[in-house]
């Protein structure tokens, strides 16, 4: 067991895990899954022209109008599917069109009211955390009139689908005392960790309580992804102890957190790669590996603060666990026969050199700089957790965030003389505070993620010949810059987001 650390330690990690834009900030995360949502809208509204001006118009909408709309679970579960579909080339579906279009997003009287859809609906109206996030608790759920059935239903609909494939999961509908045990849980968790402990919070709309046991399997607790976004559920016994309910709600959070970072970005380039793992029975993905490596880490943080709290907290919520378990090896798995594997600190060694060093090859740029953001910051609680050397090393970062060089530029393609020219009509959505910019080109409903050097020689592909554009791209990228022009202008090609002069 390694030796607890100060509490400034702990501050500085805390800080370091909950301040990184690209990984861990709330509000640039947002900022990034708005700017997403306001460009898929409008490609929307180009499939649905009976639909095309509400879906314009809420594409134009602020943030405060914006939000409560697209992280409503059943909302945004129809937006996912109809981009989803539209990418696979399967035609426009009308999941989302037609929510808008039947008046079933709409606020009462015209007068918007800071409630999502589903929320408005709900019967004792609930914030658990409203100092924190606009997180609301599924009590009861008016069936409402009209286009408001649809939306309940569909939510039972998502919720029965995400607890069990045979459906016998049952929802509870908590009383006064569950309520008050999530923001009692919420309060511990954000005095323990200002940082990281508040900022999972805005990730989550909506979180509620169910239960589901099979006979081998038992719900503790669970988050939704694609299924059913922004929300999670927890098992009414995690309640009993405010520690075991903060620790769940943190760790149920960091999943959502990490969700809404991988809609504008990509970690990994293989993401079906599969890799074993000592403590179940069943191989996990290499995103999956991710997710738990992330929940880990913090975890680390999570133990190592709780061992240091302070004599108010102690008395406020009594004394932390003392065991490190997580939970149980899997019946069958190697950790089962062996022993091990059951502390956060050995698995989150195991993932971290399975995903830096074994696979490390098939992570993007961006899931390289993610291992080495994640596990640097803790690893002044465990050292050790990579091997000597640490991660695979990034390539500079010459492209696009979240895009791959075209065969072109392995093959050492020249570059067009004549020049570039933008795409038409590639739509585009700036985020300047982040230096990024979000385009989809034609024909097509996938988001293209620019970083600032990308964004540069998009911004200069205006039809210029060759030496004007490498001329205006070293006055901006200083000299000796060529090659990286070249690998950016053949990864805006292969996205379809600049055409040469002349074709």
Known sequence: ?????????????????????????????????????????????????????????????????????????????????????????????????????????DPPAGRLDGLGPCERLSRPHVRPWPRHAASWVWTDLDAGAGPQQALTARLEALLAGTLSKDGSGTRVTPDAALSAALGRAADLLTALLPRTGAGVLPHVSLVGFARYDNGEETLNSISGGDPLPSALFLAPERMDDPWTAAETLFHEGLHLKLFDVLRTGSLVADPDRLVPIPWRTRSWTLTRVLFAMHVYAHLLLFRAAAAEAGPGLRSRYGPPPATEDVDRATPGSEAAARGGYTTSLERVTYLARQAAE??????????????????????????????????????????????????????????????????????????????????????????????????????????????????????????????????????????????????
């Open 1 to 105: 067991m390694t030796a607890v650390p100060p509490d400034d330690l702990i501050s500085r990690i805390d800080l370091a895990l909950g301040s990184d834009p690209r990984f861990a900030g709330a509000p640039a995360i947002e900022a990034r899954n708005l700017a997403r949502y306001r460009l898929g809208l409008r490609i929307l509204a180009e499939h649905h022209p009976d639909a095309a001006d509400r879906l314009e118009r809420l594409s134009r909408a602020g943030d405060d109008e914006l939000r409560p709309v697209m992280y409503d679970p059943v909302l945004r579960n129809a937006f996912e599917n109809d981009l989803t579909a539209l990418e696979a080339g399967e035609g426009p579906t009308d999941a989302l069109a037609g929510y808008l279009a039947s008046g079933a997003a």
């Open 358 to 503: 074994v696979h490390g090859g098939v992570l993007t740029a961006e899931g390289r700089a993610f291992v080495g953001w994640l596990i640097g910051a803790v690893t002044p609680l465990a050292p050790g957790i990579l091997s000597e050397g640490g991660p695979v090393a990034s390539p500079p970062a010459a492209v696009p965030a979240g895009m791959v060089a075209a065969d072109a530029v392995a093959a050492g393609a020249e570059m067009e003389p004549r020049g570039y020219r933008q795409a038409r009509p590639v739509q585009v959505c700036p985020i300047p505070e982040q230096r990024r910019l979000v385009a989809v080109s034609p024909g097509t409903s996938r988001f293209r993620w620019l970083n600032d050097h990308a964004w540069l020689i998009y911004a200069l592909c205006d039809g210029r010949d060759l030496a004007a554009l490498r001329a205006g791209y070293l006055r901006a990228a200083g000299q000796d810059a060529d090659e990286r022009l070249r690998l950016g202008l053949a990864d805006l090609l292969s996205a379809g987001l600049i055409e040469p002069v002349g074709t």
